[in-house]
């Protein structure tokens, strides 16, 4: 007998950045999980990784924003965590998509209060002057969606929340012009007024929404953007864009 062997086309999985980082993400957080069973107490990337895996999963399931926040808040306790981890880590920042589009969700004290001064993990802040962040550009940004939209001052405005109505052209390649680590809030049918600036450095985009993954300056890469935009729904107020 001729034995024939079956031709199997590999076609490979191609995956975005953004989508990368959740699969990584929950790797760490079920190998946590597995050391938390064998009644370790967690260190400080494991008990984020647990928690920011929580929320991920609950926006999954349908869940809302709140409800995606007392998920990550309900994660782990601070029985769970090594000591010094609840002041380690004040808060747990993770990008979730939810049934009306990405989000950026927040869980501030995922672990409990953080520590007093002199305890373990105890972080002291020291209020600096930040130098003021001259804006090159005003958008007026709508948000046509039914919930708060929030977006921190890195993320690369032309990529945000595909429910946020504004120039979308006028917007790549900047980002908000506030303090790092700050955020702007978007009110359900709601009309703001927001101040942008250049994205600095050596100008690359890797994750977000996936919409560039490179460097913003490579010629065509902006009409390459914007027809992906345009072609995925991103909404926007310039001609062409999607509505």
Known sequence: PVKVTPKVLDRGMRLTPTERDRLLIASAAQLARRRQARGLKLNAPEATAIVADAVIEAARDGARLREAVEAGQHALSADDVMDGVAALVPDVWVEAVFDDGSRLVVVSEPFGPAGQAGQP????VHNEEIPDLEPTLEL???NTSDVPIS?????HFF?????LRFDRAAAYGMRLAVGAGETVRFEPHSEETVPL????????AVG?????????????????????????????TAEGGAE
């Open 140 to 142: 007026t940004v709508e």
């Open 197 to 204: 600036c250049p994205i600095g450095g050596a100008r690359v």
């Open 208 to 236: 977000f929404a996936g919409l560039v993954d490179g460097a913003l300056d490579e010629p065509g890469t902006k009409e390459l953007a914007l027809a992906k935009a345009r072609a995925t729904g991103f909404l926007s």
């Open 159 to 163: 990529e945000v929340n595909p429910r």
């Open 151 to 155: 977006v921190t001052s890195h993320f």
């Open 121 to 124: 993990g105890h972080v002291a």
